[in-house]
C-alpha cells in the first residue's frame, strides 16, 4: 500500500474547487502525488504527466515477455545509425582541427 503525506491528501471537493493549486502543486514538485478522497477513503491519485509517463513505460517494459523485450531492444538497434571505425575517426578529427584553431 502506498503512503501519503498529509499534504498530499485532498477530499474531492478541495481538488475541483482548487484545481489550478494542485497542478502548481505538482509542477514545482512541491509534491509527487496527490491523492483524492471520496468519503475519507483514497479514490484516485494525480500525477504529472511526466510522472505518468515514465510509470507507463515502467509497466510497459516489465509486461514484455523476455523474448519480446529483446525483439524490441533489437528492433530499436536496427533502426539507429551506425558508423565505422574510419568514419568516427574522420569526425573526431574534424572537432580537433576545429578546437586548434
Not at 528492433?75 to 576545429?98: F, K, M, Q, W
Request: some cysteine; aromatic content about 8%.
Amino acid at each position: 500500500m502506498v503512503a501519503y503525506k498529509s499534504n498530499e491528501m485532498m477530499s474531492s471537493t478541495d481538488v475541483a474547487k482548487n484545481f489550478g493549486a494542485v497542478l502548481s502543486k505538482l509542477a514545482s514538485h512541491e509534491v509527487d502525488k496527490i491523492c483524492v478522497l471520496r468519503n475519507n477513503k483514497p479514490e484516485a491519485v494525480v500525477l504529472s504527466a511526466l510522472e505518468y509517463e515514465q510509470l507507463r513505460d515502467y509497466r510497459y517494459w516489465n509486461t514484455l515477455s523476455e523474448k519480446e523485450y529483446l525483439k524490441k531492444a533489437h528492433e530499436g538497434i536496427e533502426r539507429s545509425p551506425s558508423y565505422s571505425i574510419e568514419d568516427v575517426d574522420a569526425y573526431l578529427e574534424g572537432v580537433i582541427e576545429t578546437h586548434d584553431r
